[in-house]
């Protein structure tokens, strides 16, 4: 049974930085594709970033430059580095992990293309 728990959302001010992790549990695929998802009340899941088993990344434009997702197979953990916060980052943060490989070739940046979530870390950001 896959398990994914993140941890490390809290309240941050403007400008500042913080890391979030999500640790692993049951994920036996060697070829994967693990991403970052943020949620906003009253907004639509919005994807953030992607990594695959051979630490190729992707991010979505709102983040671009701005936040690094990495990962450490020897801990099963996944980590979103974020930097230069702004207000509208706030959100419930979300990892997720696909079910093997995806037949497109490359991780998904959408919520439809990811099978396990974890519940959820909040971030506060204050301006």
């Known amino acids: 049974q896959v398990q994914l728990v993140e941890s490390g959302g809290g309240s941050v001010q403007s400008g500042g930085s913080l890391r979030l992790s999500c640790e692993a549990s049951?994920?036996?695929?060697?070829?994967?594709?693990m991403g970052w998802f943020r949620q906003a009340p009253g907004e639509e899941r919005e994807w953030i970033a992607s990594?695959?088993?051979?630490?190729?990344?992707r991010y979505g434009d709102s983040v671009k430059g701005r936040f690094t997702i990495s990962q450490d197979p020897a801990k099963n953990t996944l980590y979103l580095q974020m930097s230069s916060l702004k207000p509208e980052d706030a959100a419930m943060y979300y990892c997720?992990?696909?079910?093997?490989?995806?037949?497109?070739?490359?991780?998904?940046?959408?919520?439809?293309?990811?099978?396990?979530w974890g519940p959820g870390t909040q971030l506060t950001v204050s301006s």
């Open positions: 997720a992990a696909g079910d093997g490989w995806p037949e497109i070739g490359w991780c998904p940046s959408t919520e439809y293309g990811y099978k396990y």
């Open positions: 049951g994920y036996t695929d060697s070829r994967y594709c």
């Open positions: 990594i695959d088993s051979d630490g190729n990344t």
